[in-house]
T-cell receptor
Framework: GAVVSQHPSRVICKSGTSVKIECRSL??????MFWYRQFPKKSLMLMAT?????????EQGVEKDKFLINHASLTLSTLTVTSAHPEDSSFYIC?????????????FGNGTRLTVT | GENVEQHPSTLSVQEGDSAVIKCTYS??????FPWYKQELGKRPQLIID?????GEKKDQRIAVTLNKTAKHFSLHITETQPEDSAVYFC????????????FGSGTQLTVLP
């Protein structure tokens, strides 16, 4: 089946530094990728929708200058947490779909546990 | 936009018993309703889904029902096993050009041996 690879799985960084998370579709072309944030024992909160070759669409309340999303190719989207702070510590998950629309399944990455010290 | 409510937030059942998780949605145009199982620190795994043209779908011990009129759908797990313990999320598709899932708040299911 379709595989989405997300790296790194865990990252610890110091406050003020930037962290890049990659999301790759391995055996299909992902026209749309989604980035979620998940707090402990909470649901997945959609942060942004990224379409290949265009600017990401951010959900209300998500700082686009802090969470930079780039979807440069049909198989790769990146999320960069800039000037990270302890409150950015969370579990980040990407998902990808081959064809935008209700009939195309979503494939999730394994998630990235970010800890900002 | 779409709003999905999920109940209960926690559910404990004895091994072998059934578990039912319920969700309601607000957007009557939503037409796809997947259910995900997420083990701690892992990716959500799609376990079953249902489309709006179907009222019920079953896959071994798992079944999902959909009531479009009432805008609610439910997950039923029969003969529960300890490995069924996880967080379960329901979701609904928003209408629009891009696929955006709205997730429910999740249900922590614990199956007691």
């Amino acid at each position: 089946g379709a595989v989405v690879s997300q790296h790194p799985s865990r990252v610890i960084c110091k406050s003020g530094t930037s962290v890049k998370i990659e999301c790759r579709s391995l055996d299909f072309q992902a026209t749309t990728m989604f980035w979620y944030r998940q707090f402990p024992k909470k649901s997945l909160m959609l942060m942004a929708t990224s379409n290949e070759g265009s600017k990401a669409t951010y959900e209300q309340g998500v700082e686009k200058d802090k969470f930079l999303i780039n979807h440069a190719s049909l198989t790769l989207s990146t999320l960069t947490v800039t000037s990270a702070h302890p409150e950015d510590s969370s579990f980040y998950i990407c998902s990808a779909t081959e064809v935008a629309g209700a009939n195309s399944p979503l494939h999730f990455g394994n998630g990235t546990r970010l800890t900002v010290t | 936009g779409e709003n999905v409510e999920q109940h209960p937030s926690t559910l404990s059942v004895q091994e072998g018993d059934s578990a039912v998780i319920k969700c309601t949605y607000s957007d009557s145009a939503s037409n796809y309703f997947p259910w995900y199982k997420q083990e701690l620190g892992k990716r959500p795994q799609l376990i079953i889904d249902i489309r709006s043209n179907v009222g019920e779908k079953k896959d071994q011990r798992i079944a999902v029902t959909l009531n479009k009129t009432a805008k609610h759908f439910s997950l039923h797990i029969t003969e529960t096993q300890p490995e069924d313990s996880a967080v379960y999320f329901c979701a609904a598709i928003e209408t629009g050009s891009a696929r955006q899932l709205t997730f429910g708040s999740g249900t922590q299911l614990t199956v007691l041996p």
